[in-house]
T-cell receptor, first 116, second 110 residues
Framework: ETGVTQTPRHLVMGMTNKKSLKCEQHLGHNAMYWYKQSAKKPLELMFVYSLEERVENNSVPSRFSPECPNSSHLFLHLHTLQPEDSALYLC???????????????FGSGTQLSVL | GQSLEQPSEVTAVEGAIVQINCTYQTSGFYGLSWYQQHDGGAPTFLSYNALDGLEETGRFSSFLSRSDSYGYLLLQELQMKDSASYFCAVGDNYGQNFVFGPGTRLSVLP
């Protein structure tokens, strides 16, 4: 148990559906991340929120829309996805700062998304 | 641009020592981290190097040479449970972002 919880664990959706992924952390962290992990590809950074402000949007298509209502919760809203968006979506959090104690990401177990 | 390179696969036997290398080219550098991910699991943090040299944490050690843009993870006294994927990651953008390498799949044989 990493202290970062993602729901749902598995999601199957059609290309016309709208769904949301949820991430919750109980670690008192103030930075949260969305990563995409596809087979045989590196983890791709999608979005970063620090103190509830979006600080990074890594050229992600607009069909992915993040939301961070507070420092403990992060959402990824999905609409009109494509089959190539099928992947494991990982949420992570950390405590902002510099130095060894802050350079550690805590990951959730991910949502395995299949787009049909 | 940002890129990290790691070997795709490494195989070793129980009790052996294995070294997983990582080279990086990034626009900014705020330390090199290592993560372990078992199949179906979440990546978990192993170690972090901000300065040159060796960091030791139990059976795992990590090394960094900033002048060579190179680091490695050393796993000693390998156990079957060490079979997993290992990712190096570089801190970027004043340490806010973390760019990951492609991962090295380690198989430990009996």
């Amino acid at each position: 148990e990493t202290g970062v919880t993602q729901t749902p664990r598995h999601l199957v959706m059609g290309m016309t559906n709208k769904k949301s992924l949820k991430c919750e952390q109980h670690l008192g962290h103030n930075a949260m991340y969305w990563y995409k992990q596809s087979a045989k590809k590196p983890l791709e950074l999608m979005f970063v929120y620090s103190l509830e402000e979006r600080v990074e949007n890594n050229s992600v298509p607009s069909r992915f829309s993040p939301e961070c209502p507070n420092s403990s919760h992060l959402f990824l809203h999905l609409h009109t996805l494509q089959p190539e968006d099928s992947a494991l979506y990982l949420c992570a959090s950390r405590k902002s700062g510099t130095g060894g104690a802050y350079e550690k990401l805590f990951f959730g177990s991910g949502t395995q998304l299949s787009v049909l | 641009g940002q890129s990290l390179e790691q070997p795709s696969e490494v195989t070793a036997v129980e009790g052996a020592i294995v070294q997983i290398n990582c080279t990086y080219q990034t626009s900014g550098f705020y330390g090199l981290s290592w993560y372990q991910q078992h199949d179906g699991g979440a990546p978990t943090f192993l170690s972090y190097n901000a300065l040159d040299g060796l960091e030791e944490t139990g059976r795992f050690s990590s090394f960094l040479s900033r002048s060579d843009s190179y680091g490695y993870l050393l796993l000693q006294e390998l156990q079957m449970k060490d079979s997993a994927s290992y990712f190096c990651a570089v801190g970027d953008n004043y340490g806010q972002n973390f760019v990951f390498g492609p991962g090295t799949r380690l198989s430990v044989l009996p």
